[in-house]
């Protein structure tokens, strides 16, 4: 799936860490949410309301999971989950392209 | 207008200079094309094909439009355009978060 189809998408940007990581969100017909974002090289303490499926498509990060005691290298094409109310931590080590989906 | 609503998102980032810009093409149902970008702090030059509106949503440049002699500053809530097939040279001075319409 190159494109999302027949969505909204926000026009203004969210914009965290001083630019280094934004994102726009992407609203589906039937209520579901995603974003699409960049993130810059650099590290980054995330916190999850929602369960999070991040899809990394180009690009590659080591994440550490909530309750995780190792880094995991994701790389593009690759995904990862987060739990609901949680926080993770990420290193980006190159440019990453993301696609991030709320879960509820 | 805070959203573009019933448009195709293209879900890969088209990354310029290294990342420090970004943008995704937003395509309408009467063929018209948007990108929806972020540009970090820095010196660019781009070029044009088709004529172009950057509506600058937040922060802050200077633009050098294409035979200009003088440096225009733009801020965020204002727009400028350039022509089809011509280059320009913008400063951004703080993270500008842009929409830029492609104008057949």
Known sequence: MNSFDNVSVVKKANVYFGGKVTSRAVLFPNGEKK?????MPGEYEFGTEDKEIMEIMAG?????????????????????????NSKFK?????L?????????
């Open 35 to 39: 974003t699409l974002g960049i993130m």
């Open 60 to 84: 590659e990060l080591d994440v550490m999971l909530p309750g995780g005691e190792n880094w995991i290298t994701v790389k593009g094409g690759q995904s990862f989950e987060v739990a609901a």
């Open 90 to 94: 990420l290193v980006v080590k190159e």
């Open 96 to 104: 990453a392209d993301y696609c991030c989906s709320y879960i509820k």
